[in-house]
């Protein structure tokens, strides 16, 4: 599997790429959001550790400017800003998993083998739940004729749901299966994208959501239309 790497401090990116490296992953890596466009658009890469605070270029403007070019790659971003409203920034320019710096390799790699795990998955399969359809093949939500695409980690989430309608699931369980983690402070990584993904159910107008059973966990369930 290939990974870009992309970060102005020269040290980080040889200590990654060597560590990457060990793990069998061949390796590129860049310094600035200018080379990260172009190394991008240039080659296809399995998963893209893209540095937020950067000269020139942000990580959140070249993330930008991939996803608006139909670029779907996993991206996972680096960045010394850990408060919540930082990882939902990360989060909502289109990235799939977000590191705070300092961190540990071994976690690292936990999260890059998490996220590549599905760069070459494909299923002609499709889930339905209600009349809202999961398509397993292009990552998109379906509800009528409404669609909206998911990232990575939305769709391993959606999928998890599809797969097991009013099934409760733990944030714990969430963290552990499909960020590979078990860590408090990713906890809000979870719950930010069970957000989106309620966004997107609202938007496509689906007969099914994501309901939070306090305290407990999430589960999909049907919506429950009352009349008066």
């Not at 942000?58 to 670029?71: P, Y």
């Not at 339905?128 to 398509?135: N, Q, R, S, V």
């Not at 305290?215 to 008066?228: C, D």
């Amino acid at each position: 599997m290939r990974i870009l790497v992309v970060d102005d401090e020269v040290s980080i990116t040889k200590a990654i790429k060597a560590m990457l490296e060990h793990n069998k992953y061949t390796v590129d890596t860049v310094h600035n959001g200018t080379d990260a466009l172009q190394y991008i658009s240039g080659a296809q890469y399995d998963a893209v550790i893209l540095d937020i605070m950067m000269p020139g270029m942000s990580g959140i403007e070249v993330l930008e400017r991939i996803r608006n070019r139909g670029n779907t790659t996993p991206v996972l971003f680096l960045s010394a800003k850990g408060e919540v409203e930082d990882r939902v920034r990360g989060l909502n320019a289109g990235a799939d998993d977000y590191l705070v710096k300092p961190f540990a390799y071994s976690e690292l790699l936990a999260r890059v083998k998490a996220l590549t795990r599905r760069s070459h998955y494909y299923s002609s399969e499709r889930l339905k739940f209600g009349k809202t359809i999961l398509d397993c093949g292009t990552f998109e939500l379906i509800s009528g004729e409404q669609t909206t695409h998911l990232n990575n980690k939305e769709f391993q989430l959606m999928e998890l749901f599809f797969k097991n309608p009013h099934q409760i699931f733990s944030a714990e369980h969430l963290m552990e299966n499909i960020w590979e983690m078990n860590t408090e402070s990713g906890m809000d990584v979870v719950w930010t994208h069970i957000g989106f993904l309620r966004k997107k159910l609202r938007e496509l107008g689906a007969d099914v959501e994501i309901i939070t059973m306090r305290g407990v966990g999430y589960s999909l369930r049907e919506k429950i239309t009352i009349y008066s």
